[in-house]
């Protein structure tokens, strides 16, 4: 499915654009440039992954609860 | 508009161009901005007097046994609903009103523009993430009045050592505020990709023929007849997920269980 493909691209990109945008305007903010722009571009990454595992929960959840019957462990709520 | 008859002329062939903004009625600027009537404005408007024109059509007349125009506006009316109950609970039924415009809206914008001629409004990332901006500070208030302070729980993650505590509020709160821009994206990428798809079909099966390869001609064409068709998937579809995660957030705000 491209659809899918497409949305966690998205979520990652989202993700290191909000937090460089962050960085560079605290940056512009506190004169600091580049400590935050750098450090907030990397939180920024790691807040992508985190919302493209939540997406996969979410997608696994609702096809568990499609998929009636089919027993699978339940996954670690975040 | 006129940029299709343009494209399809054959020789200045840009698939980018169907997404220029143009002004249509010249008005004065307003402090600096241009508050010229578009053809962005045009199909807007035009949206939402279709969606207005639609429900007021679908509920003049309340028969019993519905008609067909009855019935469309009641399954459009318990598409939504379900979705909010299913989603947010009864309490979500407050936001009805919003959830059902925000749909109609986007979903008549993303159809509209499967018009040969026509402006895709939802394919311009800056009236997506007008729409997605705000559903994020309806979301906000939304969870700042019915939890004051509380709502910033949502930020702190339960169950980690104190140690690790700042690192990942600061990964929560960059992550919350990534909704409205993958909200935005997400709609507005799917959009334009579809459209400039189309129209580069569309500019292979003009581009042949006029090269006099006109049987080779029916190759795109087919694609084009078929990819037609997902778009018009896609754009149900997109206008669906759009509504869906607003309904996910909102329940999240509301219940603050996650």
């Known amino acids: 499915m491209l659809g899918l493909a497409y949305r966690f691209t998205v979520e990652m990109l989202a993700g290191i654009g909000v937090g460089g945008f962050v960085g560079w305007w605290m940056d512009k903010w506190f004169d600091t440039a580049p400590a935050f722009l750098l450090i907030l571009l990397f939180l920024g990454m790691i807040a992508g992954v985190v919302n493209s595992v939540r997406t996969v929960n979410e997608m696994r959840r609702s096809l568990d609860k499609n998929a009636a019957g089919s027993a699978r462990e339940p996954d670690q709520e975040e | 508009m006129a940029g299709s008859k343009n494209a399809e002329g054959g020789a200045g062939l840009d698939p980018m161009h169907q997404f220029e903004v143009h002004p249509i009625i ?13 053809n962005s404005s045009l199909w807007m408007v035009l949206a939402v007097g279709l969606v207005g024109t639609f429900m007021l059509a679908a509920s003049s007349r309340s028969a019993l046994v519905p008609g067909r125009l009855q019935l469309m506006g009641e399954m459009a009316y318990k598409f939504i609903a379900d979705m909010i109950q299913e989603n947010i609970g009864t309490e979500g039924m407050r936001y009805f009103p919003f959830i059902f415009s925000l749909f109609m809206f986007i979903l008549f914008c993303n159809m509209l523009g499967m018009l040969p001629y026509s402006f895709t409004v939802t394919s311009h990332l800056i009236v997506t993430f007008a729409l997605a901006a705000t559903v994020f500070m309806l979301v906000t208030l939304v969870g700042f009045a ?73 190759a795109p064409f087919a694609l084009m007849v078929a990819f037609t068709g997902l778009e018009l998937l896609i754009a149900g579809l997109q206008a669906y997920v759009f509504t869906i995660l607003t309904c996910i957030y909102l329940n999240e705000a509301i219940h603050m269980d996650h």
Do not use: C, Q
């Open chain 2, 26 to 38: 010249e008005l004065p600027s307003v402090a600096g901005i241009d508050t010229s009537f578009t």
């Open chain 2, 146 to 218: 019915r939890h004051g302070v509380g709502f910033l729980k949502l930020f702190v993650p339960s169950g980690i050592p104190a140690i690790l505590m700042p690192l990942l509020v600061v990964i929560e709160l960059i992550s919350y505020l990534t909704r409205p821009v993958s909200l935005s994206v997400r709609l507005f990428g799917n959009m334009m990709a579809g459209h400039t798809m189309l129209k580069i079909f569309g500019g292979f099966v003009v581009g042949l023929s006029s090269a006099g390869l006109a049987p080779l001609a029916i």
